[in-house]
C-alpha cells in the first residue's frame, strides 16, 4: 500500500473480531428472537437447544417447506451465525451457511451481527491476532486445533 492509503475492512483479508457494545442475549431471549425470525420467514421453530455444556452456543432449529437451518448464538459474546442443522448423529463439525431471509429478519429486529459463512469458513490464521480470550485460550487452541475462525467461536470443547 502507498502512503497515505488505508486498507479498508472490506478488502482487508484478515478477519477482524467485530467491534460493539452489545451484549450476548440470555438464553430466553434468544428464544424469544428465533421465533420473531421465525414468524417473519414463514417457517416454525422445530427444536431449541437447553443451553447446557458443552457448546459455547446456543441453538435452535428453524424449518421450511424446502429446508431447515440452525441459528447459532454464542452464549458470552453478541454474535449469531447460520448452520446446517444437526444431523441424526452429530452437530460437528458445523457446516456455516447464508440464508438471506434470515439475515433480513435479523437486520429487521437485533443489533447482533450476524456472521457470514465466508467469514466464518477463513483460516483461523488469517483471523485477526487478538481475538477475546473467552473465546481462543492457548491450550484449547493446541489440543483442538480449530481450522476456522467458525470453529473457534462456536466450538465444543469441554
Same mark, same amino acid.
Given at each position: ?28 431471549? +434468544?428464544?424469544? #428472537? ?7 420467514? &414463514?417457517?416454525?421453530?422445530?427444536? %431449541? $437447544?437447553?443451553? !447446557? ?37 452429530? +452437530?460437528?463439525? #458445523? ?7 434470515? &439475515?433480513?429478519?435479523?437486520?429487521? %429486529? $437485533?443489533?447482533? !451481527? ?45
Amino acid at each position: 500500500m502507498g502512503r497515505g492509503e488505508q486498507r479498508s475492512q472490506a478488502t482487508d483479508p484478515r478477519w477482524q473480531w467485530p467491534p460493539g457494545d452489545e451484549e450476548a442475549p440470555a438464553l430466553a431471549d +434468544f428464544k424469544a #428472537l428465533c421465533y420473531e425470525f421465525a414468524r417473519r420467514t &414463514g417457517g416454525h421453530v422445530e427444536s %431449541v $437447544s437447553d443451553g !447446557r455444556f458443552p457448546p459455547s452456543f446456543h441453538h435452535v432449529v428453524i424449518a421450511f417447506r424446502d429446508r431447515r437451518v440452525a441459528v447459532l448464538c454464542h452464549q458470552t459474546l453478541p454474535l449469531l451465525a447460520l448452520a446446517a442443522p444437526p444431523g441424526e448423529s452429530s +452437530f460437528w463439525p #458445523l457446516s456455516f451457511v447464508d440464508d438471506p431471509a434470515i &439475515g433480513s429478519a435479523i437486520a429487521a %429486529v $437485533s443489533r447482533i !451481527r450476524l456472521l457470514t459463512a465466508a467469514e466464518l469458513d477463513m483460516d483461523w490464521s488469517r483471523a485477526a491476532a487478538h481475538p477475546p480470550a473467552a473465546l481462543a485460550q492457548g491450550k484449547d487452541l493446541t489440543y483442538w486445533r480449530p481450522g476456522s475462525v467458525g470453529d473457534v467461536i462456536f466450538n465444543m470443547w469441554d
